[in-house]
Structure formats: C-alpha cells, structure tokens
C-alpha cells in the first residue's frame, strides 16, 4: 500500500474534480506524494501496443519477383494479373484471419503509394538485371525508377542512370565499341575497373610521366619500388 503524504490528514476528503487538471493534480500530489503522482501518470500515458504487423511485403517476395522477371521480359505484369486478384490468392492461401479484411489489406498495399506494387517490382527488377540480364535491361529499370513521382526519391536513381551510364561510356571510349548486348552490367563494370587497373600498370612511354627521362615501369610497379626502398633503409 502507497504511503501516505504526512499533508494528507490536513486535506478535506474530497474527490479530485478540478476545476482544472493543475487543481487534479496539486490535491493528487496532497494525497500521495509526488512520486507515487508521477509514477501514475508515467503509466496510464504509457503509448498503448498497437496491432500487429503484417510481414506482408516479405510473403508477396514471390509474387513481386515474378512480376519483376515478367517485366524484364518485355511484358507487362500490371496488365498480366491485377492487384485484386493477387490480393485474392494472399488471403486464400493466409487462413485464420477474416478473408475480406486480409483481401482489402493486402489490394490497398498493393496500390496505395509512393511505394506501391510498382515501385517495388521496379526496384526487385534493377536488382536482378544487374548480374543476370543484358545491361540495356538494368539501365531500363533505374531509368524507370527515376521516372516515377518526386515522393519516391527519383533523383537518387536519376544520379545511379548518370553515373552507370558514364561507366558505359568509359567502356566504348577503352574499347572503341559500346559493350555487347549480352554482357550484364557487372560485367561492364568489371571490365571498366580491369582496364583502369590495366592502364595504371602498363609500361610508362619513353620520357617518364613529366618528361624527366626515360622509363619503362608502369605507375603501379614504380610505387611498389618505391614502397620495398623505404623498407630497406
């Protein structure tokens, strides 16, 4: 049982009914003291737990893949299956809650925005392109991505676009020729990041870097050299 403030025996016995909340409190406090006062007050304002999440998103993975594979395909999946009848398929393979609520949840997920079913097959589908399907393709979809409205953050995409497709570009420049269709973007990028390094360890022409002379080791080997002669003093 609380104790006791020693004012309480001083104050009236009346029920706490303001007329303000201060007033409520003040005799509150009278009563009982001011910690077993904010002790209360912590407990009853403490935010309630709400529902549940639904890991939804994490069991439509299959579903959102598959569309993205469909779109990378040259189809269209948003024509191919609609939201309400994959919203359909959820509930009925999702028993135990009420089937229209589960339905509704799952429709409006599926195409309440900014990131909608859309958003998400776009972005599994930049994601896949990018070791598994022609270049062209990976390209695609971020340029997609930073097409959609300004709440999804285009600009983000828009500054990926320009920067892979500068890394294209420094392929044609190395090579003379643009990348094969076939190759997927990692190995555009890998090729890129070899031919830097090629470049870096190729011999130097006659007359060294700054014209001091002769030279026939490359930047990388003369650091290397450069590094074992500090070692040895």
Known sequence: MPQQNA????????????????DDIQRAIWRYGADEVKAAVKEATKAKRGRKREPD????????????????????????????????????????????STHKRIERKLSRGPYDRRWFVLVTAQNLSRNDFPYPLHLQAIEALAELTKE????????SLDRKRAIVADYEAREGSPPSPEMTF??????????????LAAPVRPGGIFGRGPSKRGLLAAYKNDAADDSND
């Open 7 to 22: 004012l309480a025996g001083l104050v009236p016995k009346m029920d706490l009914v303001g007329p303000t909340v201060a």
């Open 57 to 100: 998103w994490s069991e439509l993975r299959d579903v959102i893949t598959a569309d993205a594979r469909l779109w990378l395909s040259g189809e269209d999946p948003f024509s191919a299956r609609s939201n309400y009848a994959i919203a359909k398929e959820f509930a009925e393979r999702n028993p135990g809650h009420s089937p229209i």
């Open 152 to 159: 999804t953050d285009p600009e983000i995409w828009r500054t």
């Open 186 to 199: 990692e190995e555009v990028e890998d090729a890129v990041q070899k031919g830097a390094l090629n470049a």
